[in-house]
């Protein structure tokens, strides 16, 4: 039998260490529509379909951009779960190379974005609402990242820790 | 009226990149995540560019909305200075003119606005104020090492566990807002009001 999982579903909760019980899981829920809106953005940002965008390459670039961002915990739930993703082993999309830049930039420096990274996206084979997809996907995991990181930094303060 | 280091509190306009969603094209659900997300957002060029994902459009809202605008917790006012402190640290002028327009209206004053225009890392006419501009910098240049250090100063303020998590909210947010409005689109002059 697998040991009892003290975490409920939610990934910030998770991605933080907070359990069900602890004194800042609680806090968090004095904006509990913020927790709800923002596993539900991370749910339809991943699995909504997009025309030529697939489930498995947005996992693609989410793992990558929490790497390149140093977001440890987060880049291995988005591992996680392209590796338990049905279609892991089939071919990314030859647009994927062109997502991953894009993501990096736009992660690293909000500044770089211009026109011509969106022409690379559509010389790359994107539509429009695959490339509003991507771009949603890319800023949401900005601000996810640093909810989990200020949410760490919290409960390192409150158990004393620098 | 502010104008400093290339940023304003005028009112601007935004163009979009990609092709906004025509409304006459619009879906029921599309129409209806526009009314939900904003007043204006039916004539809105980059409400209409983020409609082309209806459901990605209607959560991203509900979580804005609620960070924005709910009663209760930290002051609006703050949430907008945290708003408008990232939106400059990001280099997004529109976010910043429509933001720095938000705390003149809530907080009644614009000396603070001046000063994060100038240098947001040091902004702030209060103790409180200049705490909240360094977590909000914290926030948005180094979330890899945010520790416990960069949340003792908001406790010396006397902000409770709420209003952390208040402004955490409002901080992180704009890393998403910024983002989208930098790389679909750019600012337009500002219009004659």
Not at chain 1, 43 to 62: F, H, I, K, M, W
Not at chain 1, 74 to 87: G, M, N, Q, T, V
Not at chain 2, 136 to 150: F, G, S
Request: glycine fraction near 6%.
């Amino acid at each position: 039998m697998p040991a009892a999982d003290p975490f409920d579903n939610d990934v910030i909760d998770r991605a933080a260490g907070l359990a069900p019980g602890d004194a800042l899981h609680a806090a968090r829920r004095f904006r509990a529509k913020v927790v709800e809106a923002t596993q539900a953005s991370h749910d339809a940002l991943l699995e909504q379909p997009v025309d030529g965008l697939s489930t498995a390459d947005r996992l693609r670039v989410a793992a990558h951009v929490c790497a390149i961002a140093r977001a440890a915990t987060l880049a291995k739930h988005y591992e996680a779960r392209l590796a338990a993703h049905p279609d892991r082993d089939a071919a990314p999309s030859p647009a994927l190379a062109a997502m991953l830049v894009f993501g990096a930039a736009l992660t690293t420096d909000p500044r770089q974005g211009d026109r011509a990274a969106i022409d690379a996206l559509r010389r790359a084979g994107l539509r429009d609402p695959a490339i509003v997809a991507l771009a949603q996907l890319i800023a949401f995991l900005s601000y996810q990242l640093r909810v989990v990181a200020g949410l760490q930094a919290m409960r390192a303060s409150r158990t004393g820790t620098p | 009226m502010i104008r400093r280091n290339g940023f304003t509190d005028e009112t601007l306009e935004w163009r979009s990149w990609l092709e906004p969603l025509a409304l006459d094209d619009a879906s029921a659900l599309q129409l209806e995540v526009l009314d939900e997300s904003h007043a204006q957002s039916r004539t809105s060029p980059y409400y209409l560019t983020l409609a082309h994902q209806p459901l990605m459009l209607r959560h991203r809202s509900a979580a804005y909305n609620a960070i924005m605008y709910a009663p209760g917790g930290l002051p609006r006012a703050e949430r907008e200075l945290g708003a408008m402190v990232v939106s400059v640290a990001n280099g997004c002028v529109y976010c910043t003119s429509v933001h720095a327009q938000r705390f003149e209206q809530l907080a009644r004053r614009s000396d603070t606005v001046e000063q994060v225009f100038d240098d947001p890392a040091s902004a702030g006419t209060t103790d409180r104020e200049r705490a909240i501009a360094r977590f909000a910098i914290a926030v948005t240049e180094r979330p890899d090492t945010l520790r416990a250090d960069d949340i003792a100063p908001l406790r010396a303020v006397g902000m409770s566990e709420e209003e952390i998590i208040d402004l955490l909210h409002a901080v992180a947010i704009f890393g998403w807002a910024n983002r989208l409005m930098q790389n679909l689109g750019e600012p337009a002059g500002a219009t004659t009001s």
